[in-house]
Nanobody
Framework: QVQLVESGGGLVQAGASLTLSCVVS????????MGWYCQAPGKQRELVAR???????NYADSVKGRFTISRDKAKNTVYLQMNSLKPEDTAVYYC?????????WGQGTQVTVSQ
């Protein structure tokens, strides 16, 4: 059974940094990419950052230059380094793995950035 478990969220002040981690357990065939999405209250879930199986990355315009996605294949873990956090980054952050067969999601971790 595949499980994605996120950690690292919390309450921080604007300008601070956080690192989110997502540990993937279970076997997933044909991974195309791993990513982080966020969902703020009353808004749709949207892509924050994604890393493909060959290491290519893409980011939402709002986080370019501040967030960095990375992956440790040996640890089956994907990270999101979040710097210079802003109140508008406040959201639940979800880890995602998309494969040839299915999409997998974690349970989400709350990130709250105060003024």
């Amino acid at each position: 059974q595949v499980q994605l478990v996120e950690s690292g969220g919390g309450l921080v002040q604007a300008g601070a940094s956080l690192t989110l981690s997502c540990v993937v357990s279970g076997s997933i065939f044909g991974i195309k990419g791993m990513g982080w999405y966020c969902q703020a209250p009353g808004k749709q879930r949207e892509l924050v950052a994604r890393i493909t199986s060959d290491g290519s990355t893409n980011y939402a315009d709002s986080v370019k230059g501040r967030f960095t996605i990375s992956r440790d294949k040996a640890k089956n873990t994907v990270y999101l380094q979040m710097n210079s956090l802003k109140p508008e980054d406040t959201a639940v952050y979800y880890c995602n793995v998309d494969s040839s067969w299915s999409d997998y999601w974690g349970q989400g971790t709350q990130v709250t950035v105060s003024q």
